[in-house]
């Protein structure tokens, strides 16, 4: 079992002694999404940590534009509550890389693939995605590199 995987299992128990709710609704469900994913295919397997990181990116942004489209409904309870899970999953995630951060290695992309112009965009897209695996958002990564490209 991955690491990843045993840390939310002892945590969702700990968040059950504790009658945390928010804590156990979430860990629940990304403990059944990771099930999900395991199962999914033509053949059962265990995920990795990083394919776990995956799933739990995947179900962070869920929440984010969940709590966007709640707020923007003026349901600012439930957008709070899918914060508030968000935030829950976010515990279990790399750090997410700063602007700077994030510039810097674009710029390091651009220059390793020697890329130029918008219609590049793949190349640098490609060595670029493996780097940042998990640490930044794939729409705000396509943004910085698209400004750059076009710069």
């Given at each position: 079992m991955s690491a990843l995987k045993d840390k939310l299992q002892s945590d969702l128990a700990a968040a059950m002694k504790a009658r945390d709710d928010v804590r156990v609704r979430t860990i629940r469900m990304a403990l059944a999404?990771?099930?999900?994913?395991?199962?999914?295919g033509k053949q059962?397997?265990?995920?990795?940590?990083?394919?776990?990181?995956?799933v739990l990116t995947r179900e962070a942004k869920k929440r984010r534009e969940?709590?966007?489209a709640f707020s923007g409904a003026g349901r600012a309870?439930?957008?709070?509550?899918?914060?508030?899970e968000q935030a829950v999953l976010e515990e279990?995630?790399?750090?997410?890389?700063?602007?700077?951060?994030?510039?810097?290695?674009v710029d390091a992309a651009i220059a390793e693939s020697g890329a130029e112009g918008p219609k590049a965009m793949g190349q640098v897209m490609k060595i670029l995605t493996p780097k940042i695996a998990g640490r930044?958002?794939?729409?705000?990564?396509a943004q910085a590199v698209r400004a750059k490209l076009s710069a």
């Open positions: 999404a990771i099930n999900v994913e395991e199962v999914a059962a397997r265990e995920l990795s940590d990083d394919e776990v990181i995956k969940a709590a966007e309870d439930r957008a709070q509550a899918e914060l508030d279990y995630l790399p750090a997410q890389l700063s602007d700077d951060e994030l510039n810097a290695l930044a958002e794939g729409s705000r990564v």
